[in-house]
């Protein structure tokens, strides 16, 4: 469980140079959330969650493939679809060589399902990055979340699910 104290760091961390997110449950209700970027490709995310319970946590960067395995463990395979080469390891290499006109592309989709039937779905290209982070709140929830986003725009979309199973899905 999270200290007074460890809150009270999140919180005072949170002052500057905050970055919104909006985290949606499967009823369509809507929780405005924040992150930070600290050292070594990781941040402090915050979210004000349902019944007003604060969720707080730590994000930080990890490759495609160990994404993806935990992300199929977690909602099930084939929940997550990636097309082109893995650039996630070698997106701070690259990225100022390549430049935006860079032909190497990823793309990753939110819903393959709906993408295959030819429903709206969530999609972002570029060079992607990988955060998974683990939010605790105030009132003892724990959610396992899943981010990717552009390293063109910096935006994204992710994933989360709490240990009773509640699914939620961010927009940053």
């Known amino acids: 469980m999270m200290s007074l104290r460890d809150l009270a760091l999140a919180l005072l961390m949170f002052s500057a140079c905050?970055?919104?997110?909006?985290?949606?449950?499967?009823?369509?209700?809507?929780?405005?959330?924040?992150?930070?970027?600290?050292?070594e490709d990781s941040g402090l995310m915050e979210i004000y969650g349902p019944e007003n319970e604060v969720l707080v946590g730590?994000?930080?960067?990890?490759?495609?493939?160990?994404?993806?395995?935990?992300?199929?463990?977690i909602f099930g395979r084939g929940t997550i679809e990636l097309d082109g080469p893995d650039l996630s390891r070698h997106a701070g290499s690259l990225s100022g060589v390549l430049g935006p006109t860079s032909g190497f592309?990823?793309?990753?989709?939110?819903d393959p399902v709906a993408a295959a039937e030819g429903r709206a779905t969530k999609s972002i290209t570029g060079p992607l990055f990988y955060w998974v982070a683990?939010?605790?709140?105030?009132r003892r929830t724990v959610l396992g979340c899943f981010f990717i986003g552009s390293s063109y725009t910096?935006?994204?979309f992710g994933r989360c699910k709490s240990q009773l199973g509640q699914e939620y899905n961010i927009d940053f």
Do not use: C, N
């Open 105 to 110: 592309h990823e793309t990753a989709y939110a």
């Open 154 to 156: 910096g935006s994204g």
């Open 134 to 138: 683990s939010l605790q709140g105030d």
């Open 18 to 39: 905050a970055h919104p997110m909006t985290m949606v449950s499967p009823e369509g209700v809507s929780y405005d959330g924040r992150y930070r970027f600290g050292r």
């Open 58 to 73: 730590r994000f930080s960067r990890v490759g495609r493939t160990a994404f993806v395995e935990s992300y199929e463990k």
